[in-house]
């Protein structure tokens, strides 16, 4: 069956980085596109970056872009997320999405000094 796993997260203060990974099995990885979301307490679920098939292309939340950078490794199944020059708004649980076939449980990303 579909599984994404996510992993990465953790406290960082601000100014800090992280890079999130999502291993996936059970679909054709190297044939899918992909998104990260992430969810804030008491906000909506916001997508963060998507990226094509191949990895030739992305799109990045205003939020996000310049900081932040979606890439994938085709031959090993996986999605990652480089964050750079965190910020305490970037806090949620970051989920990875094989948009129609299923999304990952997340990981908690926390942005405090």
């Known amino acids: 069956q579909v599984q994404l796993v996510e992993s990465g997260g953790g406290l960082v203060q601000p100014g800090g980085s992280l890079r999130l990974s999502c291993v996936t099995s059970?679909?054709?990885?190297?044939?899918?596109?992909m998104n990260w979301y992430r969810q804030a307490p008491g906000k909506q679920r916001e997508l963060v970056a998507a990226?094509?098939?191949?990895?030739?292309?992305?799109i990045y939340a205003d939020s996000v872009r310049g900081r932040f950078t979606i890439s994938r490794d085709n031959v090993k199944n996986t999605l990652y997320l480089h964050m750079n020059n965190l910020n305490p708004e970037d806090t949620g649980v970051y989920l990875c999405?094989?948009?129609?076939?299923?999304r990952g449980q997340g990981t908690q990303v926390t942005v405090s000094s």
């Open positions: 990226i094509t098939s191949a990895g030739d292309n992305a």
């Open positions: 999405e094989a948009p129609g076939l299923g």
């Open positions: 059970g679909f054709t990885f190297s044939s899918t596109a």
